[in-house]
């Protein structure tokens, strides 16, 4: 497989894509729900921020949808915020 560049990008199993792009979601969800307290300290905050940040670089860079994973993980958010 070949992506921009002529760069070699190795075929990844679907069952791991989905798997581990399950489980960023899921940090990212609960990242961005903790930084909506109030009573955090900036480094807390930026240690959040942090794992928002990495984890969206690993969806980017994995996944073949990354505004759908965007997506997904607004409606997480939503859920959790609602359940």
């Known amino acids: 497989m070949r992506h921009a560049g002529g760069q ?30 109030d009573d955090l300290t900036r480094d807390q905050r930026a240690e959040l921020w942090r794992i928002v940040d990495y984890r969206e670089w690993c969806l980017k860079m994995l996944v073949s949808d990354f505004p759908g994973e965007l997506e997904q993980i607004d409606r997480e958010i939503e859920s959790e915020l609602r359940g």
């Open 8 to 37: 070699r990008v190795p075929k990844v199993p679907t069952e791991f894509v989905h798997s581990r792009a399950q489980s960023w979601r899921r940090e990212i969800v609960k990242a961005r729900i903790r930084l909506t307290d």
